[in-house]
Nanobody, 117 residues
Framework: VQLQASGGGSVQAGGSLRLSCVASGIMFSISAANWYRQAPGKQRELVATITTGGSASYADSVKDRFIISRDNAKSTVYLQMNSLTAEDTAVYYC????????????WGQGTEVTVSS
């Protein structure tokens, strides 16, 4: 299983970025997908989730600014991030959670987002 995240970079406050995470070697369509982030000196936190059925949920800190989506045909999950602030600076990780008999988590390598104010 491989998860390849991309799309991070440096942006000014108020700007936008779109993260992508391409999966291979996994039954993507039956896996829930999540984006986490970890800021320097902080614990990793869940940012957004999209279920196999396409239902999305968000952390309060990003609600109404971030949009998670998935394209099962491309085995890809996206995170559209708008109105970025310095507090969004972090390494962003994609995660797929597969539930077959047991729960198995797969992680991407992380992509860094830096927002300057």
């Amino acid at each position: 299983v491989q998860l390849q995240a991309s799309g991070g970079g440096s942006v000014q406050a108020g700007g936008s970025l779109r993260l992508s995470c391409v999966a291979s070697g996994i039954m993507f369509s039956i896996s829930a997908a999540n984006w986490y982030r970890q800021a320097p000196g902080k614990q990793r936190e869940l940012v957004a989730t999209i279920t196999t059925g396409g239902s999305a949920s968000y952390a309060d800190s990003v609600k109404d600014r971030f949009i998670i989506s998935r394209d099962n045909a491309k085995s890809t999950v996206y995170l559209q991030m708008n109105s970025l602030t310095a507090e969004d600076t972090a390494v962003y990780y994609c995660n797929l959670r597969l539930r077959i008999v047991k729960v198995t988590d797969y992680w991407g390598q992380g992509t860094e987002v830096t927002v300057s104010s």
